[in-house]
């Protein structure tokens, strides 16, 4: 802790959570998740988070499929653009 409050001993990183769930939360009240995720990795310095949902796991097959798809997707965006920036 400092003057300022809490300054993590980490350098400041990019870090993707995955997160799967159930229902769907991202964006609504009910995302209990992903503030204490911000919030812990903060803590430690770590402030460039990048969230991945695959969401609505449970609410049938096609849900299921179509939450898989749209992760899978956003992973191979991040890791185009990683590629693009010359990191591995």
């Known amino acids: 802790y400092t003057e300022n409050g809490p300054a ?3 350098e400041d990183r990019r870090v993707v959570v995955i997160a799967t769930r159930g229902g769907k939360y991202a ?13 812990f990795f903060g ?6 988070l990048e969230f991945v949902y695959a969401e609505g796991l449970t609410m049938g097959p096609e849900a299921a499929e179509q939450a898989r798809a749209g992760a899978l997707e956003q992973l191979q965006i991040l890791a ?3 590629a693009d920036r010359g990191a591995a």
Request: proline share 8%; glycine share 16%; hydrophobic share 30%.
């Open 80 to 82: 185009a653009s990683d």
């Open 43 to 48: 803590l430690l310095g770590l402030k460039s």
């Open 27 to 39: 964006g609504t009240p009910g995302d209990s998740q992903t503030p204490l995720i911000r919030s």
């Open 8 to 10: 993590g001993l980490l």
